[in-house]
């Protein structure tokens, strides 16, 4: 039986970037509420969206791995929820900053390959 390798490896660095891009943001957050505001919001869905995001993402890819059922539906919601938190991330500094967003940026490239992948059939 073949396997879905490229989709499981992609998910794991993905996976792995997008849980040090929200780490980073939810510890900020604490850091700039003086300047932000409250920032206990944002710490929720830094941590929803970032890590949430990585751990669906890194069970869709197991799924294609073995080309199991649902591996691309949790591989496209952990893709999405990455995307919310890169949206939730440009909400917080009131604009995009390159720098800041660079671990979730590569965490939406790298899952949105996984997840084109994870549509292939196993024949």
């Known amino acids: 039986m073949k396997k879905n390798t490229a989709s499981l490896v992609l998910a794991i660095i993905g996976a792995v970037c997008g ?25 929720v869905l830094f941590i929803l969206l970032g890590i949430g995001g990585a751990v669906v993402s890194l069970i869709g890819g197991i799924k294609a791995y073995t080309f ?4 691309f539906a949790l591989s496209l919601l952990g893709l999405l929820m990455q995307v919310a938190n890169l949206i939730v991330q440009c909400v917080f500094v009131e604009g995009f900053s390159f720098v800041l967003s660079w671990w979730t940026l590569l ?9 084109i992948l994870s549509r292939r059939t196993g024949e």
């Not at 199991?68 to 591996?71: L, T």
Request: some cysteine; hydrophobic content about 60%; aromatic content about 6%.
């Open 19 to 43: 849980l040090i891009g929200a780490i980073m943001w939810a510890a900020c957050a604490d850091a700039c509420a003086d300047i932000v505001g409250s920032s206990t919001l944002y710490t």
């Open 68 to 71: 199991r059922g649902g591996r």
């Open 107 to 115: 965490a939406i490239v790298l899952l949105l390959v996984a997840t």
